[in-house]
Antibody, heavy 120, light 110 residues
């Protein structure tokens, strides 16, 4: 069955960067897109962008352009999301979630979430 | 502030029906289909409804979705204690060129 396994919780200082990994299994890695969605404590969901693991093309919303970088490693079938210049408002659960295209909000499979805490 | 607008909370007694609204605009709900996600406490979201009113395999038919113009709604009939969760609406926004979500609605079973 499809599974998305993410890396563990992180604690970072303001101004630092964080890199979260997502390793899917149960399907062909390059056949689906991978999105990142975050959720601050007590808040709603926020889409951070999407990557095509086959080729590495990305689409980021304006809010995160210049601060987020999504990459894929086909040799290890792993996707990464790096967020830089962290501030307290970036404290959130970060989820990877699979989609069948780059312009859809249908997310059928989700990782377990990675808690990133930004604190001095 | 979320692009789509949902009420923060809704409640009903077991067996009753509860409806959650999701309001958007011509660039998102007005042009694209709506999805709903259920998020149980401490877990990742789960796809509940796609293409406005379609249920993935395994989702009970107590859950139903609809869309009209720039608004959508999710109805839960025969409410059960296990339905206590946060519910999020989502769609694609053509102007923002990205997926957008509502702020989520917490459903409480009284």
């Amino acid at each position: 069955q499809v599974q998305l396994v993410q890396s563990g919780a992180e604690v970072k200082q303001p101004g630092a960067s964080v890199k979260v990994s997502c390793k899917p299994s149960g399907y062909t890695f390059t056949s689906y897109y991978m999105n990142w969605v975050r959720q601050a404590p007590g808040q709603g969901l926020e889409w951070m962008g999407v990557i095509n693991p086959s080729g590495g093309s990305t689409n980021y919303p304006q809010k995160f352009q210049g601060r987020v970088t999504m990459t894929s490693d086909t040799s290890t079938s792993t996707v990464y999301m790096e967020l830089s210049s962290l501030r307290s408002e970036d404290t959130a659960f970060y989820y990877c979630t699979r989609s069948y295209s780059s312009n859809t909000a249908i997310f059928e499979h989700w990782g377990q979430g990675t808690l990133v805490t930004v604190s001095s | 502030q979320s692009v789509l607008t949902q009420p923060p909370s809704a409640s009903a007694t077991p067996g009753q029906r509860v409806t959650i609204s999701c309001s958007g605009s011509s660039s998102n709900i007005g042009r694209n289909t709506v999805k709903w996600y259920q998020q149980l406490p401490g877990t990742a979201p789960k796809l509940l409804i796609y293409t406005n009113d379609q249920r993935p395999s395994g989702v009970p038919d107590r859950f139903s979705g609809s869309k009209s113009g720039t608004s959508a709604s999710l109805a839960i009939s025969g409410l059960q204690s296990e339905d206590e969760a946060d519910y999020h609406c989502a769609t694609w926004d053509d102007s923002l060129n990205g997926a957008v979500f509502g702020g989520g609605t917490k459903v409480t079973v009284l």
